[in-house]
């Protein structure tokens, strides 16, 4: 049975930093990464990374924002650093199996960037 189990999530103030971690199980993975959703707005991606360690990141958190993947471990990581209030949101882990493409989601862990 496939589980992907965040943990990480928190308040933090505006400039702050987090690190998510997801620890995968059941199976490995061709790509890792993290969506979000905030509250009225559609989840999107935040960042992913392949098996090789190809890293692709969304606008609003390039250079805030560092993916990092074990794949002995099937862990994936994102340390968030210089926080602003829009990056509060839900934020789910995401893996894709190599092959089929199936996706498969965590249960998703609550960032709140607030002073």
């Known amino acids: 049975q496939v589980q992907l189990v965040e943990s990480g999530g928190g308040l933090v103030q505006p400039g702050g930093s987090l690190r998510l971690s997801c620890a995968a199980s059941?199976?490995?993975?061709?790509?890792m990464g993290w969506y979000r959703q905030a509250p009225g707005k559609q989840r999107e991606l935040v960042a992913e990374?392949?098996?090789?360690?190809?890293?692709d990141y969304a606008d609003s958190v390039k250079d805030r924002f560092t993916i990092s993947r074990d794949n002995a471990r099937n862990t994936v990581a994102l340390q968030m650093n210089s926080l602003k209030p829009e990056d509060t949101a839900v934020y789910y882990c995401?893996?894709?199996?190599?092959?089929?493409?199936?996706?498969?989601w965590g249960k998703g862990t609550l960032v709140t960037v607030s002073s």
């Open positions: 059941g199976r490995s993975f061709y790509s």
């Open positions: 990374i392949t098996r090789d360690l190809t890293t």
């Open positions: 995401h893996a894709v199996t190599p092959i089929l493409r199936m996706d498969y």
